[in-house]
Nanobody, 127 residues
């Protein structure tokens, strides 16, 4: 029903910047939250940042102050601006959306609460 396609991944030096994009199509009107997640080999998938329909944002502590999530609703595109990247930011990054309304704010960065996912974009940070 909702299709998500990420772009903008690649390799970057530590301290550099990168911007990820996620183009949404389909029944996007039903989406209440969108978010970025990441998962490196051998690790659990973790929430990076989320944004709701009122543009309220939430960030993981590990990226706070360095990453910025934004959304262009007219273009149905989600962005993740990554600044001052670190080697530990190396991961596969996934765009996600959900048509659910959360009763607990802590759920906005929980992977299990999202029902639409992109294919992923690899980000590699070298030192």
């Amino acid at each position: 029903q909702v299709r998500l396609v990420e772009s903008g991944g690649g390799s970057v030096q530590a301290g550099g910047s990168l911007r990820l994009s996620c183009k949404a199509s389909g029944a996007t009107y039903s989406t209440y939250y969108m978010a970025w997640f990441r998962q490196a080999p051998g690790t659990e998938r973790e929430g990076v940042a989320s944004i709701d329909n009122l543009k309220s944002t939430t960030y993981a502590q590990s990226v706070k102050g360095r990453f910025t999530i934004s959304q262009d609703t007219a273009k149905s595109t989600l962005y993740l601006q990554m600044n001052n990247v670190k080697p530990e930011d190396t991961s596969m990054y996934y765009c996600a959306a959900t048509d659910r309304y959360f009763s607990d704010h802590d759920m906005v960065l929980a992977p299990a609460q999202y029902n639409y996912w992109g294919q992923g974009a690899q980000v590699t940070v070298s030192s």
